[in-house]
């Protein structure tokens, strides 16, 4: 049983830097996996895309607040995906979620994890 979690995250100032990563438990290297992705959910608001990497070609995608800033990658022997986060802002303050899709209509989440940028 696939169970994603993730690394703490933590207060820094703006400007700083933080990396996220997730780890996928349970899961095999050899089994299929289409993409992962990080979300976030900043308070009082709905859970949003941040960035994803479909898993065979490493192809990344993300959204316009944090292009440039942000970069997601992948160990596909070890079935985890990393988040670093750079030149943060206080915008970016919200909760984090690593997300798995194995490409079969099935979605496994990670329990979240608080990132926090003071101004």
């Known amino acids: 049983q696939t169970k994603l979690v993730e690394s703490e995250g933590g207060l820094v100032q703006a400007g700083g830097s933080l990396r996220l990563s997730c780890v996928a438990n349970?899961?095999?290297?050899?089994?299929?996996?289409?993409?992962m992705a990080w979300y976030r959910q900043p308070p009082g608001k709905e859970r949003q895309l941040v960035a994803s990497?479909?898993?065979?070609?490493?192809?990344?995608s993300y959204a316009a607040s944090v292009e440039g800033r942000f970069s997601i990658s992948r160990d596909r022997d070890k079935v985890t995906v990393d988040l670093q986060m750079n030149n943060l802002r206080p915008e970016d303050t919200a909760t984090y979620y690593c997300?798995?899709?194995?490409?079969?209509?099935?979605?496994?989440w990670g329990q979240g994890t608080q990132v926090v940028v003071s101004s």
């Open positions: 997300n798995l899709d194995d490409g079969s209509g099935r979605e496994y």
């Open positions: 349970g899961r095999s290297s050899i089994e299929y996996t289409y993409m």
């Open positions: 990497i479909t898993w065979r070609n490493g192809y990344t």
